[in-house]
T-cell receptor, first 115, second 111 residues
Framework: DTGVSQNPRHKITKRGQNVTFRCDPI?????LYWYRQTLGQGPEFLTY????????KSRLLSDRFSAERPKGSFSTLEIQRTEQGDSAMYLC?????????????FGPGTRLTVT | AQSVTQLDSQVPVFEEAPVELRCNYS??????LFWYVQYPNQGLQLLLK??????LVKGINGFEAEFNKSQTSFHLRKPSVHISDTAEYFC?????????FGQGTRLTINP
C-alpha cells in the first residue's frame, strides 16, 4: 500500500493557461475524489468517480474544469483558462466500497498558484 | 444536507496540557463523523472516525472523540499535547458519498 500520490506537488502558471493534475489512488480503491482547499478553509468537494464513471460534480466545478478517470485507475483534473481565483490546494482521495461508510485516504495535494 | 461547524478557529495551549477541539454537525441521514489532521503543506491524515457503536472513539496519536447525538457534537480531545501536535484539525461528516468539512481549527502548542 503506497498511498495516494499526486503530481505535480506545486504548479505555478500564468492566468489564461491550462493546467492538468494527476492523481494515482491506492490500487484496490474503486472510488476517487477531488477536493479543493483554499487558504484557511476546509476542503470542498469537487467531484468523484466510481471506477471510470463520474457520479457527481459539485456546482463549484465550472465548465473550465474537467476530470477524467479513463481506465478506473488514475485520474486527471484539468483547468482551462486559469483564473487567479483558481489558486488553491487540489486534494485527491480514494476509498473502496465495502459496506457502511467509505473511509477516504488523501494524497499530499497539488498547490496551484495562478499569477 | 450535511454541515459542520468548528467552533474555534485557533486554539493555543501549553505543552503537556489537555486540549479539546469542538465540532458540531448537522445531518439528515445516518451520521458518520471523522477527524483529520493536516500538517503544513501536506494532505489530510485520518485521526479517528465514528461509524456506529461506542460513542467514545479512540484514534491515533493519543486522540479520542466523543459522539453526542443529543447535542450533535463530536469533540476531539487529548489529555496531554506535544509540540508535534501543532497542526490544523478538520472535523468532517459524510453525506451522499462525500465528505463535508468544517473550516478547521489551528492547534498551536507553546513550550
Amino acid at each position: 500500500d503506497t498511498g495516494v500520490s499526486q503530481n505535480p506537488r506545486h504548479k505555478i502558471t500564468k492566468r489564461g493557461q491550462n493546467v492538468t493534475f494527476r492523481c494515482d489512488p491506492i490500487s484496490e480503491h474503486n472510488r476517487l475524489y477531488w477536493y479543493r482547499q483554499t487558504l484557511g478553509q476546509g476542503p470542498e468537494f469537487l467531484t468523484y468517480f466510481q471506477n471510470e464513471a463520474q457520479l457527481e460534480k459539485s456546482r463549484l466545478l465550472s465548465d473550465r474544469f474537467s476530470a477524467e478517470r479513463p481506465k478506473g485507475s488514475f485520474s486527471t483534473l484539468e483547468i482551462q483558462r486559469t483564473e487567479q481565483g483558481d489558486s488553491a490546494m487540489y486534494l485527491c482521495a480514494s476509498s473502496r466500497t465495502s459496506g457502511g461508510s467509505y473511509e477516504q485516504y488523501f494524497g499530499p495535494g497539488t498547490r496551484l498558484t495562478v499569477t | 444536507a450535511q454541515s459542520v461547524t468548528q467552533l474555534d478557529s485557533q486554539v493555543p495551549v501549553f505543552e503537556e496540557a489537555p486540549v479539546e477541539l469542538r465540532c458540531n454537525y448537522s445531518s439528515s441521514v445516518s451520521v458518520y463523523l471523522f477527524w483529520y489532521v493536516q500538517y503544513p503543506n501536506q494532505g489530510l491524515q485520518l485521526l479517528l472516525k465514528y461509524l456506529s457503536g461506542s460513542t467514545l472513539v479512540k484514534g491515533i496519536n493519543g486522540f479520542e472523540a466523543e459522539f453526542n447525538k443529543s447535542q450533535t457534537s463530536f469533540h476531539l480531545r487529548k489529555p496531554s499535547v506535544h509540540i508535534s501536535d501543532t497542526a490544523e484539525y478538520f472535523c468532517a461528516v459524510e453525506g451522499a458519498q462525500k465528505l463535508v468539512f468544517g473550516q478547521g481549527t489551528r492547534l498551536t502548542i507553546n513550550p
